[in-house]
Nanobody, 125 residues
């Protein structure tokens, strides 16, 4: 069992930055792929970014590529999402997710087994 706790959300003006953190419990964090997903009001949850078990490979949705950076620290059991050049359309609840890393399907919501409670990100224009 893995428990995930997100932090770092808030309200920022367009063009600003935020850094989300996700702290994981459990002794197997370094074997898990980690993902960040987001859900805006009235919309389905969508993929934003993911990182493999070692941190050596990252994946991004086209909508955030070049603006967001995902990273992880396996010594601290924590994954991060650095969000720069934020836009109003980035407004959503952001969720951290985890699953055992079997090397594929990083983009798919249904492939992740563990989820955090979410943190709100609001970008004002």
């Amino acid at each position: 069992q893995v428990q995930l706790v997100e932090s770092g959300g808030g309200t920022v003006q367009a063009g600003g930055s935020l850094r989300l953190s996700c702290a994981a419990s459990g002794r197997t964090f370094s074997t898990y792929a980690m993902g960040w997903f987001r859900q805006a009001p009235g919309k389905e949850r969508e993929f934003a970014a993911a990182i493999n078990w070692s941190g050596g490979t990252t994946y991004y949705a086209d909508s955030v590529k070049g603006r967001f950076t995902i990273s992880r620290d396996n010594r601290k059991d924590t994954v991060y999402l650095q969000m720069n050049s934020l836009k109003p359309e980035d407004t959503a609840v952001y969720y951290c997710a985890a699953r055992w890393d079997y090397g594929r399907n990083y983009y798919q919501v249904d492939e992740y087994d563990y989820w955090g409670q979410g943190t709100q990100v609001t970008v004002s224009s």
